[in-house]
């Protein structure tokens, strides 16, 4: 008797506690990513209004400390010419030095520069934020569960908090996110930047894109990874052909001796 009562209790509770997670599981926004798959690529002109968004929008606040401004012109990433991530570089003011006169000073950026940091350190971050730090974007989405759908559903989530839920000051709603509760205000808003190719800047849209510039800075070698895959594959294949009718000949001469 006391062994069932034990088996029941446990199945109660079981049952409870997968319910609970059950209901305050939300499921991500769906999109077709093109970087997904065995033969996925980055979409350049996505990478191109990515970084416009991120620079616009997101840089004020959020570093990407791993990327350089050469970055932006190499094979696999959003390929602008030379020329452009020069003058891409050269917009930003980088602290050097000391000079001749043991002082620091400000001069362009060159491609070999860090992209410029938002702020001095972590300690003036979070004072500029309420005391919240804004996490570098370098490999975000690999830090995240969800991966690219969280974050391109995080941007598109905030909306008004349900009926008996009290927010303090500077916290926001986001059914996406991790408890609901976030201190970045909503971050994008249809027609925050002009993309210069003439594509639609919806919410929707720089989601897309700012998600898609994202996964390239946390994956910049997924391409020649995904071609190194499928090579490997197709050598596998060759390779298995080719032994199977080895083995058959060999065999086959076994058998005619027997």
């Known amino acids: 008797m006391k062994n069932l009562f034990k088996i029941l209790f446990i199945f109660l509770f079981t049952f409870n506690f997968t319910s609970l997670n059950s209901a305050e599981k939300v499921e991500y926004l769906k999109t077709d990513w093109s970087f997904k798959g065995l033969f996925g690529k980055f979409d350049r002109g996505a990478l191109q209004r990515g970084y416009q968004v991120y620079t616009e929008v997101c840089a004020s606040c959020h570093s990407m400390k791993y990327l350089s401004y050469r970055n932006l012109a190499e094979k696999g990433g959003p390929e602008f010419t030379e020329a452009e991530a020069k003058v891409i570089a050269a917009s930003f003011e980088v602290t050097d030095g000391p000079n001749a006169d043991g002082e620091m000073f400000q001069r362009p950026g060159k491609l070999s520069d860090k992209f410029v940091m938002p702020y001095e350190n972590v300690e003036a971050a979070k004072a500029a934020n309420g005391g919240a730090y804004p996490p570098d974007m370098s490999v975000l989405i690999k830090a995240r569960g969800g991966g690219a759908d969280y974050i391109y559903s ?31 205000s909503a971050p994008l808003s249809d027609g925050a930047v002009e993309y210069s190719d003439g594509t639609q800047a919806s919410v929707q849209q720089m989601s897309k894109d700012v998600t898609t510039f994202l996964m390239w800075a946390a994956e910049p070698h997924l391409e020649a990874r995904h071609q190194m895959g499928f090579k490997a594959i197709v050598y596998l294949i060759i390779l298995t052909v080719l032994v199977y009718f080895s083995m058959k000949k060999i065999w086959s001469r076994v058998e005619s001796e027997v």
């Open 154 to 184: 995080l941007l598109q989530g905030y909306e008004e908090p349900p009926i008996g839920i009290t927010l303090d000051d500077g916290v926001y709603y986001n059914k996406f996110m991790y408890g609901n509760m976030i201190k970045m």
